[in-house]
């Protein structure tokens, strides 16, 4: 199966609101209300940041929120600062028990 | 809070078998979560490999499935993989993670391990 449809780079000033999108079909990301988004500094493990698709973990910030319309998935970091700067994936499930990421996001705080 | 540690060879010969282990501590294996394979080509994104139930019951991605094995070893609160007839393309940063059941994502990574392959 291909990886899901990210783009490949981000940016945005601090304080400001940018969103990453992930495209998906209606076998994975349209099918299912489990996405997921990860954050991944360089040489570090990801960090789950959302799952099912608008949920945050404890400990995760409120500035980080998710949506899906059809299937297309979104990830919204508002307020952004220094330390967002990250490489950012979703991931799905895609039914028969499997599991497809994104091809990951580069955002940039300028 | 529960911690992974991924461990094994560094370097695998190109047709080789690439071998993993992945120690849980601060929890048991055992309990009602999958414990998941993740890898990272350099500079790529991340590829689901598969998954374990402690029960031994697994789930492999439908593209890498012809040449993985996941097994669990309860008795010592750890879960292993096995990728046979290996390749260039399959070095990577490989990481082992925990799934939350219900709700299907990774909720704790282990800290990833780099595996080459090369002769």
């Known amino acids: 199966q291909s990886a899901l449809t990210q783009p490949p780079s981000a940016s945005g000033s601090p304080g400001q609101s940018v969103t990453i999108s992930c495209t998906g079909t209606s076998s994975d990301v349209g099918g299912y209300n489990y996405v997921s988004w990860y954050q991944q500094h360089p040489g570090k493990a990801p960090k789950v940041m959302i799952y099912?698709?608008?949920k945050r973990p404890s400990g995760v910030p409120d500035r980080f929120s998710g949506s899906k319309s059809d299937n297309t998935a979104s990830l919204t970091v508002s307020g952004l600062q220094a330390e967002d700067e990250a490489d950012y994936y979703c991931?799905?499930?895609?039914?028969?028990?499997?599991?497809?990421f994104g091809g990951g996001t580069k955002l940039t705080v300028l | 809070q529960v911690q992974l540690q991924e461990s094994g060879p560094g370097l695998v010969k190109p047709s080789g078998t690439l071998s993993l282990t992945c120690a849980v501590s601060?929890?048991?294996?055992?309990?009602?979560?999958?414990w998941s394979w993740v890898r990272q080509p350099p500079g790529k994104e991340l590829e689901w490999i598969g998954e374990?139930?402690?029960?031994?019951?697994?789930n492999y991605n439908p593209s890498l499935k012809s040449r993985v094995t996941i097994s669990v070893d309860k008795s010592n609160n750890q879960f292993s993989l096995k990728l046979s007839s290996v390749t260039a393309a399959d070095t990577a940063v490989y990481y082992c993670a925990r799934v939350i059941p219900g709700a299907i994502y990774f909720d704790s990574w282990g800290q990833g391990t780099l595996v080459t392959v090369s002769s």
């Open positions: 601060g929890g048991s294996i055992s309990s009602s979560n999958w």
């Open positions: 099912e698709v608008s």
């Open positions: 991931c799905s499930y895609a039914g028969s028990n499997n599991v497809i």
């Open positions: 374990i139930y402690h029960s031994g019951s697994t």
